[in-house]
């Protein structure tokens, strides 16, 4: 008779920690960097395999039955000794080295992003970075970038990752700028892809507008030199000199940021090296990124 504990994978073992830990299928998911309903499916399809439930499913969320709970313990032992391999063998492996193309957004990479790339070459000297950006999203599938740190809330299925902040977006102007009276800068076609923005623009009487940008990097820059007021990711406004919030972060507006590559490259070296330390790097930065810096 086949034992279905011999077939358990490490995947679903650590599918089943991620959700006694979080208490909820789609916080579960997020943190694995997968589709909610690619982690509802393989739940399902674990739960056949063994033949008990391993969850509880109530209103306000799931709940380990025992064989959950002793699945949980599992994958944390399994990782502390994943943990202690890794720190013995770290020392045998050869430094990280090559080429990895990293695509993302101009505003990303210039409010955002260099300053971590230039630690990052400082501490892996034989990686070489080649930088896309753009506001189409790079199709990793077709190898167009190894990695992408995008906005978006709903990443291809076929990418592995995480979720790594919640873009929060508020309206800056100059000191001085009244958004009662003050001209706008607002967003041109090639930001159609922002709903929520191009929605509040079409709100803005034809007179008071003074230039429509088709990149963020383009906005902001213009609001800084005081063509107008607009509506700018706070990572961008909050660190841009002589620029101010004139109101709060607008809910409608933020995305989220995920951190992302292909399934074939997550181990390689120079991939999984970058990977970890923009997913560091950032964690550091989420109070920029989530706009909670104070306004005024």
């Not at 998911?29 to 739960?47: K, N, W």
């Not at 950006?133 to 291809?156: F, H, I, K, M, Q």
Request: hydrophobic content about 45%; proline content about 8%; overall charge neutral.
């Amino acid at each position: 008779m086949p034992d279905p504990a011999r077939d358990l994978a490490w995947d679903d073992i650590r599918l089943v920690d991620a959700i006694a830990r979080a208490g909820s299928l789609p916080e579960a998911a997020a943190r694995l960097g997968i589709h909610h309903s690619t982690a509802f499916r393989r739940l399902g399809q674990l739960e056949a395999q063994i033949g008990c439930p391993l969850f509880e499913r109530h209103r306000t969320g799931y709940v380990p039955t025992p064989a959950g709970e002793a699945l949980a313990t599992l994958a944390a032992r399994m990782a502390e000794e994943v943990a202690a391999v890794t720190r013995r063998l770290a020392g045998e492996r050869p430094a990280p080295s090559g080429e990895v193309r990293l695509a993302s957004s101009d505003s990303l990479l210039a409010d955002l992003l260099l300053p971590v790339l230039a630690r990052f070459r400082q501490a892996h000297p034989a990686i070489r970075l080649d930088l896309v950006t753009g506001n189409a999203a790079a199709n990793l599938s077709r190898r167009d970038a190894d990695v992408a740190l995008r906005a978006s809330d709903a990443p291809p299925e076929t990418l592995v990752g995480r979720r790594v902040a919640r873009i929060a977006w508020a309206l800056y102007g100059r000191p001085g700028d009244e958004p009662d009276t003050a001209p706008w800068v607002l967003p041109g076609e090639g930001l159609s892809g922002i709903r929520a923005l191009r929605r509040l623009a079409e709100a803005v009487p034809e007179p008071r507008i003074a230039a429509r940008l088709d990149s963020v990097l383009g906005m902001t820059a213009a609001v800084q030199q005081g063509l107008g007021i607009g509506y700018l990711p706070c990572f961008a406004g909050d660190s841009r000199p002589g620029l101010q919030r004139l109101a709060p972060p607008r809910e409608e507006l933020s995305g989220t940021l995920w951190l992302l590559t292909h399934p074939d490259l997550r181990q390689t070296p120079r991939i999984r090296a970058l990977m970890d330390w923009l997913g560091e790097e950032i964690a550091g930065c989420r109070p920029l990124i989530e706009g909670q810096g104070a306004a005024g």
